[in-house]
């Protein structure tokens, strides 16, 4: 959560978006700062805990869904910079699964064909990119992110950081 604060606070971001909101830590912790914010949980169970939770919050939204369903058209609304938290993917326990164990292919060509070039995209469990349950292979994320041309990328603590390249 403080990674995340850090990179509001640098790049002055006044959105917040993730996918999967699981127990709603995160979102809750984020929106306690004024920002605006969207969380996407496929789950209907977790979905309705965290309406439940943050049904007083009048800067959250929450879609029950598939994040590679929803973000698109949720892009569509958007025209301002915005700090994406991708962690949408299945992890046992109470999670959901949709056809896919993480959607986050089609997030990130989502996001990298959006026309607002100076988001913030932070995407957890770097470890998970092995080519296994529908990851792709590290190497050939972070290559195609390189090919985009609009943001660097670092990984650093089990997050994958892309960043608007200036100029």
Same mark, same amino acid.
């Given at each position: 959560?403080? !990674?995340v604060e850090s990179y509001l606070k640098k790049f002055r971001?006044?959105?917040f978006l993730e996918t999967g909101t699981y127990l709603g830590e995160t979102l809750g912790y984020i929106a306690r700062r004024g920002l605006q914010c969207i969380s996407i949980e496929l789950s209907p169970e977790l979905c309705r805990q965290a309406q439940i939770r943050f049904?007083?919050?009048k800067n959250i939204k929450l879609f029950?869904? #598939?994040?590679?369903?929803?973000l698109p058209g949720l892009l569509g609304q *958007?025209?301002?910079? !915005?700090? &994406?938290w991708l962690d949408g993917h299945y992890s046992g326990g109470i999670t959901a699964t949709? /056809?896919?164990h993480t959607p986050i292919n089609a997030e990130l060509k989502a996001i990298l064909g959006h026309p607002v070039k100076q988001h913030v995209i932070l995407i957890d469990d770097a470890h998970c &990119? #092995?080519?296994?349950?529908?990851?792709?292979?590290?190497? #050939?994320?972070?290559?195609?992110?390189? /090919? $985009?041309?609009?943001y660097s990328v670092e990984v650093s603590m $089990? *997050? *994958?950081?892309?960043?608007p390249k200036k100029g």
């Open positions: 959560m403080l !990674v971001l006044d959105y049904k007083h919050c029950q869904g #598939d994040s590679s369903q929803i *958007i025209n301002k910079p !915005v700090l &994406f949709a /056809e896919t &990119f #092995d080519g296994t349950n529908d990851y792709p292979y590290l190497d #050939d994320l972070l290559r195609l992110i390189r /090919e $985009d041309g609009c $089990d *997050i *994958i950081r892309l960043t």
